[in-house]
């Protein structure tokens, strides 16, 4: 089975189109000139909680009606949208703060919308997880977004575990309530070594960073008074490299000569097999097997 491309421009014309649209983490002024565009000539907007929404439309003078559309209906509500999707209609989905699907609701439409070849129109726009990511100072790529942790602790003790051998930097998101908890799961299974950033009430008004150890940031969360959503960015695990074996030139200049006398290998290729093998620069081995064969 092939390909199948649906351009956002060559929309069938029998099917509307669903368009998802980011909103500010808390500061109005970064919603986009595009989003509030859309948000006006759209039929529908299917909004995570329709009053949070409200505030936002009410800002910008948006009139467009909303549904709400939210994880305790998504089940009831992605037909009905399908429905006004196939008659034509254009719908806007939002959630409450930053991109849908990332960590809220719109993943299931998405797919909904996909399987019944209607345009699926995405917007670039705030996003919670980069946003403190470029602040972090940690090693910024590649990195792995995770959002949050499982409730139930058999699963979370699994995640806890499969983020801990992790090489790269990663990002949780956590509320106030939960974060001493996943502070101190972390730090007992990471190390209090690790290094972490703590992200909180981005780009409102108490927007702070705070960069430390695991230890430091449980040490924090006991002795502060919680409050605000946040966003964790974890450095990846240490890259242990291993001992480097010291190799003499004799042994150099044998391997060399062993997988030449192989036929497989000219020269120069065996030299880089070589180095390749003990981890070498090219020059190195190609000293050692011309020096000894000149002497």
């Not at 368009?19 to 500061?27: A, E, H, K, S």
């Not at 790529?141 to 806890?160: D, I, S, V």
Request: hydrophobic share 40%.
């Amino acid at each position: 089975m092939g390909l199948t491309a649906i351009s956002s421009y060559q929309q069938p014309k029998v099917a509307g189109a669903l368009y998802l649209v980011p909103t500010p983490l808390g500061n109005l002024g970064d919603m986009t000139f595009r989003a509030v565009e859309i948000l006006k000539k759209v039929d529908l907007i299917a909004a995570e909680d329709t009053r949070n929404t409200q505030k936002l439309l009410n800002y910008f003078d948006i009139k467009t009606p909303q549904i709400s559309f939210h994880e305790h209906n998504t089940q009831e509500r992605i037909p009905q949208l399908l429905d006004k999707l196939m008659a034509g209609k254009k719908i806007a989905q939002v959630s409450d703060a930053g991109m849908p699907s990332i960590s809220d609701p719109g993943h299931e439409l998405v797919v909904a919308a996909i399987a019944q070849q209607i345009p699926v129109i995405p917007l670039p726009g705030p996003n919670a997880g980069l946003t403190a990511l470029i602040a972090s100072g940690l090693v910024p790529q590649p990195f792995l977004f995770f959002g949050f942790l499982a409730r139930q602790k058999k699963q979370r003790q699994q995640q806890t575990t499969f983020l801990a051998q992790q090489e790269i930097t990663f990002i949780l998101y956590e509320s106030p309530h939960h974060l001493k908890k996943t502070l101190q799961e972390l730090n007992n299974v990471l190390g209090a070594q690790r290094q972490i950033v703590l992200g909180r009430e981005l780009t409102k008004k108490f927007e702070e960073f705070l960069r430390g150890t695991l230890a430091d940031a449980l040490a924090w969360s006991q002795e502060e008074q919680i409050r605000g959503e946040f966003c964790l960015i974890v450095a990846g695990k240490p890259v242990t490299s291993a001992p480097q074996q010291i190799v003499s030139s004799e042994d150099l200049e044998n391997e060399v000569a062993d997988l030449i006398a192989s036929g497989e290998y000219r020269a120069n290729d065996a030299i880089k097999q070589i180095a390749k093998q003990h981890q070498l620069k090219k020059q190195v081995v190609y000293n050692a097997f011309h020096h000894l064969r000149k002497g």
